[in-house]
């Protein structure tokens, strides 16, 4: 397991050994402060830890002071090509900036945002992507490969480290899952810095659901990443739910019950997804569910694997002709009409989760 040094942005440690915070970034205009903060609200219900902000000009960067007062969740201002822009975010007051290093212009432009950094005692994310490799590494590598990436990334850490400044965050983020892997397992042994992970443009919908978790899920299972975002074309709330599964399935993260259920086939004797929905409606907007221990619910279909399936279980269902059998912890609760199975399900839930309260209290 890497460990890697903490850094604070704003409530949020990121590294450290602290719990991998999710991120995401609005699409709204920043200069329509209305639509921004709606959006960073509706992230913030579904999730969202850190979120960050486009400011591609200055009237974005006279938005952030008023956006900063107006929410509860630290804010990242995301620069490019003006490093004056980065100036104005951190006199802000953000918690966080992230700039490209190869198009903020150069090294002398670059320290001063580092020396106004460290007066501000912000942190600052070195955002390594395709843009940002020089010439001659594109060149020496043969174009973006996982090399080049890495010395870029070297290369930029070796000058803030010049000018004494070690509140990073490093990204080195590639379109490519392969490249994006090997570039993280690269920089992860030779650097302790907090690295936010990410597949970049990954795409809409499924396609890129399926590469952020791949690259993502890969890397966490090794150990590496302190901070994700799902890069999902669309709304951006949509990213936090990937996200979530991504770190609860890696075991990283508890966002409330696991469901699992058999792909159903010609032995599978009810209504399955009908019977996952029961379970689903049982959970969703349940809080006292929802923050109970980590719990495990089985639905399961059929004689074959059912049984034992749901007896694996915290609570578990197996199917039947015109009924079901609810396990609770291993053991039968009740066999029950399926009409039934809503009430008894509900009720076998919730004993227990208050019991595991119970139990830690």
């Known amino acids: 397991m890497r460990h890697s040094m903490a850094v604070q942005v704003g409530t949020v440690t990121v590294g450290g050994g602290a719990p991998v915070s999710i991120q995401s970034m609005t699409n709204t205009a920043t200069t329509d402060i209305k639509s921004t903060l709606q959006q960073i609200g509706r992230l913030v219900e579904a999730g969202c830890e850190i979120v960050r902000l486009a ?30 822009l980065a100036i104005m975010a951190l006199d802000a007051g953000v918690d966080k900036i992230r700039i490209n290093p190869g198009n903020i212009g150069g090294e ?7 020396v106004r950094a460290r007066e501000k005692n912000i942190p600052i994310r070195i955002g390594v ?11 020496r590598y043969g174009g973006v490969t996982a090399d080049a990436l890495v010395e870029t990334a070297m290369r930029t850490l070796d000058y803030f480290e010049q000018h004494k400044f070690d509140k990073i ?7 490519d899952v392969l490249t994006t892997i090997q570039v993280y397992q690269n920089v992860a042994s030779r650097v302790s810095y907090p690295l936010h992970l990410g597949i970049t443009e990954a795409g809409r919908g499924l396609k890129g659901i399926v590469k952020s978790t791949l690259g993502i899920g890969s890397l966490l299972l090794q150990g590496i990443g302190d901070t994700l975002r799902v ?5 951006p709330v949509e990213e936090i739910p990937v996200a979530r599964e991504i770190l609860q399935a890696a075991g ?3 966002f409330g019950p696991e469901i699992i259920s058999c792909p159903t086939c010609a032995r599978c004797e009810i209504d399955l997804p009908a019977t996952v929905d029961i379970v689903e409606e049982i959970i969703r907007g349940n809080k006292e569910i929802m ?7 089985a639905v399961m279909g059929c004689p074959v694997n059912g049984p034992g399936e749901a007896r694996e279980a915290d609570v578990g269902v197996s199917g039947g002709k015109g009924f079901a059998i609810v396990f609770r912890e291993g053991k039968v609760i009740k066999k029950v009409p399926f009409s039934e199975l809503a009430g008894t399900l509900q009720e076998t839930i919730m ?8 139990d830690t209290t």
């Open 55 to 84: 400011v591609p000009d200055e009237k974005a960067a006279k938005s952030l002071a008023m956006i900063k007062n107006s929410i509860n969740i630290p804010l990242v201002a995301d620069i490019h090509f003006d490093y004056r």
């Open 108 to 114: 002398e432009k670059l320290k001063q945002i580092i």
């Open 129 to 139: 992507n395709a843009g940002s490799i020089p010439g001659e590494l594109r060149k």
């Open 169 to 175: 965050i490093l990204s080195l983020k590639a379109a």
């Open 231 to 235: 890069s999902l074309t669309g709304d």
């Open 252 to 254: 990283l993260r508890y």
């Open 291 to 297: 923050s109970a221990l980590p719990l495990k619910i």
């Open 351 to 358: 004993h227990l989760c208050m019991r595991k309260r119970n």
